[in-house]
């Protein structure tokens, strides 16, 4: 009677932990099949660098690759657990075990190759301030991070000074009529490009505009201005990620842990599951 129930209590705790699996394992698939769709649409339009979207390609791809092999996982264990199968039970087992490798060896891989991503990312943000503002979605993530982040730049202000966005702005301010107060200065042997631009989203006060206009056009010559902010975005960025992913972090130790029960319970089960009996009229 001991036995018959505790049985019967490793059986429910594999289908719980089971079910939570397969609504992670579809959300996991059905997400990167979306963002592949999604990436897939927005790069025939143009965007994004070759190698970039096939990082990102080969990591959704790898991501979906986990989801599905964790949703079949746990349909085997619930159908096994139903009906007692340990051919069931067993194909679970060994496909948990495989998702919970894979697991382990990208935590692994993460915490070895931390100081790589910062750098990776901080390459990327710088990227994409020189080479994609002004163009999709870019301006408005760019213009967010350095709006809610206090901060300009990538490392600085100065990176906007070989910005494709900089230049076209100091190209169309040149080409504008001149003002009467800017007549003395056109006439100086001032180069017409010894100034570049910074956005809107840099400047400390983005209400007052005559203020932002003014701050915003930089000496070449100068990281920053008065008027604009002076820490540089991919420090902060790193920071609010490292610090964003403290739950998601504790969220896959704990699928880990709970990976690690459900292999102990599917053996278990596999072990002791007899096929049910069949008697003879």
Known sequence: ??????????????????????????????????????????ASVGGTGAGDAAAARA????????????????????????RDAPSLLAASFALLALCGVA?????????????QLRRALSQRLHYAVRNEYGHGAATQLLDTIQAEL????????????????????????????????????????????????VPPSCCLVSGDEASCASARRVPAASGGAAGLHAAACAPKVINALETGARL?????????????????????LCLRARPAPRYKA
């Open 150 to 197: 206090k901060c300009c730049g990538a490392e600085g202000a100065r990176d906007w000074q070989s910005s494709v966005w900089s230049r076209a702005e100091a190209g169309a301010s040149d080409a504008a009529p001149p003002q009467p107060d800017d007549v003395a200065l056109d006439l100086s042997v001032t180069a017409p490009n010894s100034y570049y631009y």
């Open 103 to 115: 697991e382990a060896a990208a935590a692994c891989w993460g915490a070895a190759h931390l100081p």
């Open 59 to 82: 990591g959704l791809c790898a991501v979906a690759a986990w989801g599905g092999a964790l949703a079949l996982g746990a349909i085997a264990a619930l159908w096994g657990a139903a």
């Open 1 to 42: 009677m001991g036995m018959s129930r505790c049985y019967s209590l490793m059986k429910c705790l594999l289908i719980l932990f089971n079910i939570v699996f397969l609504v992670i394992g579809l959300a996991a698939c059905g997400l990167s099949v979306w963002a592949l769709w999604e990436g897939g649409a927005s």
């Open 248 to 268: 998601p972090l504790a969220i896959g130790a704990a699928l880990l842990a709970l990976h690690a029960l459900a292999l102990l319970l599917a053996l278990a």
